[in-house]
């Protein structure tokens, strides 16, 4: 825990201190929409003289606006969102309405920090891990403080890219496997499970190509034999590591039903309008 709060404060000061992505608005907008709409939808396509977003946006089957953005980073942002709807009500503001269009610094100050966290997370488990492999506690420490500041994990760490969390939560399921394997307890084989799953909701369907290696090391890690009992046990323990995972494959699964609505992104229907327009011009 304390090694979790000084790299916490000590990558916060990197910390870019705003939302500095398009990828980061929209994750961010999301978010806000769960936090007071109670839906995980973003801002619909709008553009004037004076203001326009431009994000990568479509209809869903029930005729509202869904990013085509993951939703697990949005929900990340939402304790940000939380504690500057808190400041706000201590101090009487209106949130903006039109969020990205509309905002202020200080929603894009508190959120800015959420990869600051994860980078944290992370250095612990990289910490824990070099632990679990052997290494004193000094050496482990010293790994995995260059791991974070000598590679591009810094970057993540700095700004809105949802790869911090992504690769936060995918090397912690390497880590509980391990742990599982060390203490044969299946309660770190379903955290992993979890792990894996906050990992698919995170980002985008690369998730996929990490279930390669994930799934030869624990082959690797189960030491498995060619004889019945042998198959019949490796598969007890995928089921174990799965009862943690099919909840968030269940949730993304739902989600990208949501949104899948007609295929038709408003940069076509824009497309198709400004056609429509054209014997007018």
Same mark, same amino acid.
């Given at each position: ?10 990558? +916060?000061?990197? +910390?870019?201190?705003?939302?500095? /992505? ?10 806000? &929409? ?15 003289e004076r203001k326009n977003v431009h994000m990568s946006i479509q209809i869903g089957k029930d005729n509202k606006t869904y990013s085509l953005t993951g939703l697990g980073f949005s929900l990340a942002y939402v304790p940000a969102v939380a504690i500057t709807d808190l400041i706000y009500k201590v101090y009487g503001v209106i949130p903006p309405i039109h969020f990205p269009l509309e905002n202020d610094w200080l929603i894009l100050l508190t959120a800015s920090f959420t990869n ?26 010293? *790994? +995995?403080? #260059?791991?974070?500041?000598?590679? &591009? ?32 307890? &299946? ?13 698919? #909701? ?26 019945? /009992? /042998?198959? @019949? ?12 995972? #099919?909840?968030?494959?269940? *949730? ?21 309008? +400004? ?5 007018? @011009?």
């Amino acid at each position: 825990i304390y090694y979790l709060l000084f790299l916490f404060f000590l990558l +916060s000061i990197f +910390s870019s201190g705003v939302i500095d /992505s398009q990828d980061g608005f929209q994750y961010l907008a999301v978010a806000r &929409n769960i936090y007071y709409s109670h839906e995980p939808t973003a801002p619909v396509y709008e553009y004037n003289e004076r203001k326009n977003v431009h994000m990568s946006i479509q209809i869903g089957k029930d005729n509202k606006t869904y990013s085509l953005t993951g939703l697990g980073f949005s929900l990340a942002y939402v304790p940000a969102v939380a504690i500057t709807d808190l400041i706000y009500k201590v101090y009487g503001v209106i949130p903006p309405i039109h969020f990205p269009l509309e905002n202020d610094w200080l929603i894009l100050l508190t959120a800015s920090f959420t990869n600051s966290f994860f980078a944290a997370f992370l250095g612990v488990i990289i910490f824990l891990y070099l632990i679990e492999l052997g290494l004193p506690k000094k050496q482990a420490l010293f *790994i +995995s403080l #260059i791991g974070l500041f000598s590679t &591009n994990l810094l970057v993540y760490a700095k700004h809105s890219f949802t790869h911090m969390m992504f690769t936060a939560f995918l090397f912690t399921s390497f880590f509980l496997i391990k742990k599982h394997f060390q203490t044969k307890r &299946n309660l770190y084989l379903f955290l992993a499970g979890v792990s894996f799953g906050i990992t698919s #909701i995170t980002y985008n369907q690369t998730f996929i190509l990490a279930t390669i290696p994930l799934g030869l090391y624990f082959l690797l890690l189960s030491k498995i034999k060619i004889n019945l /009992s /042998s198959v @019949i046990f490796l598969i007890s323990k995928i089921f174990v590591f799965f009862i943690g995972f #099919i909840p968030f494959m269940l *949730i993304y699964m739902w989600f990208e039903n949501l949104r899948s609505g007609t295929g038709q992104s408003y940069a076509n229907l824009l497309t198709v309008a +400004s056609r429509g327009f054209q014997p007018i @011009i």
